[in-house]
């Protein structure tokens, strides 16, 4: 494991990564999902995609990466981006797992990877509902502890800054950025997936002019049994490069 650190809107950033095949040239940057961390893609990955310097990294207030700020899912972008011009790297693809499929679509990279890879809203079940309303209705009695009460599961035990920034990311409408999108892509999705459904991976591969749809058997962490197969798609479609 290595810390870098970077500056970003007046805030130094302390970020953890780690490289498995350093010493190769070309590079795979894999982002990890919200509530989650590098270790968890390293687990599925690390033995798989050999040709390539991987690059896992704990996104700021996750794993070893601590934040400070309230951010957005464009300030995770930046943040990115100046990460990687810290390492002076140019992945050829970056992989995203859910919202860091967001922040790895914004990243215009030559190949992107998106499993279950959140950005579609999803119509809200009535229970969820029904804790909003009751939220609302609470909230200006000051009742303690309301917020551990009602907050989704993904929310609770964070800091002000963190679960702020849950709030700006939880329900984005990212299918403007899918559209704008001009990598290539390829997009892996758990056929069970009820975090983001499979109709929401259909729907991205539909607003990216060139990417390809494969539905495997699983949850929204699918990928932890389908590494090898979703590295060796990988690897055909970028012998084609």
Known sequence: MAIKEISYRDKKFKLSYELVNPTVQESILILHGWGSNKEIMKQAFA?????????YLDMPGFGASANEMILTTEDYGKIVKLFLET?????????????????????????LVLLSSAGVVTKKPWSVKVKIATFKFLKPLGIKKIRQLFVAPDAQGMSHEMYETFKNVVDEDFEAEFAKSKSKALCFWGIDDTATPLYTGEKISQLIENSKLYPLEGDHFFFLKHAKFIANEMEKALKNL
């Open 47 to 55: 033995k798989e995609l050999k040709e390539y310097r991987h690059i």
């Open 87 to 111: 390492l002076n790297v140019e992945p050829l693809v970056v992989m995203g797992h859910s919202f860091g499929g967001k922040v790895a679509t914004l990243l215009n990279c030559p190949y």
